[in-house]
């Protein structure tokens, strides 16, 4: 995966809320990455808003040791190089919804914590599915259980007033672009002679 995922994941997830929100006939719902900010966003109601608010690299998944990958070079032949471990991240978001009407307000944030558990394996989106090569590659989505002092701490910083929200972590990978060319031993020859 390279540097664009970060913006892919989030594209991807506006897309798929977009889209449930036409298919369960809500009218004129608004998806946006925005930072929530109520006079902001009181020109975009109803809105469903998911907003990447932090990227931290994932200590857990750390893998730091350089691994082989095989290419094509320029002239058509195949080399191996040591490629440098992928950098795994967290990437962090913000679900929200605001619209004039609090029950409006709360059936937009229902439907969006629905959608968002339904489709918690994101690498079957569409939009994502082109850059999974591997298994391995696989972007999944959780929410996480912040309790109300933390999401307390989280609206305070943004300087908003409380409010009904979802806190989501996704974990991907970018692969580095640092990597050396190195051969295989091919023909190991031993020589022994007599000392005399």
């Known amino acids: 995966m390279n540097h664009n995922i970060i913006q892919l994941v989030t594209s991807s997830v506006l897309n798929l809320l977009k889209n449930d929100f036409k298919q369960q006939k809500f009218k004129g719902v608004e998806c946006l990455n925005w930072q929530p900010n109520f006079e902001r966003l009181s020109k975009e109601m109803p809105c469903c808003i998911f907003y990447l608010y932090g990227v931290t690299e994932n200590q857990e998944l750390k893998v730091r040791d ?13 080399y191996e190089f040591l490629r440098e471990a992928p950098i795994k991240l967290n990437l962090s978001y913000l679900l929200c919804a605001f619209a004039a009407d609090p029950d409006i307000e709360q059936q937009i944030l229902g439907r969006s914590i629905l959608t968002l558990y339904d489709n918690s394996e994101l690498s079957k989106l569409d939009d994502l599915k082109e850059i999974i090569k591997h298994p391995s590659d696989k972007i999944g989505m959780r929410m996480l259980p912040y309790t109300q002092d933390e999401q307390l701490k989280f609206w305070t910083a943004l300087r908003e007033p409380m409010r009904p929200a979802g806190f989501y972590q996704v974990t991907v990978h970018m692969e580095s672009e640092r990597q050396r060319r190195f051969r295989r031993v091919e023909e190991r020859v031993l020589d022994i002679r007599r000392k005399e």
Do not use: F, L, M, S
């Open 66 to 78: 350089p691994y082989q990958v095989r290419a094509k070079g320029e002239d058509g032949n195949i």
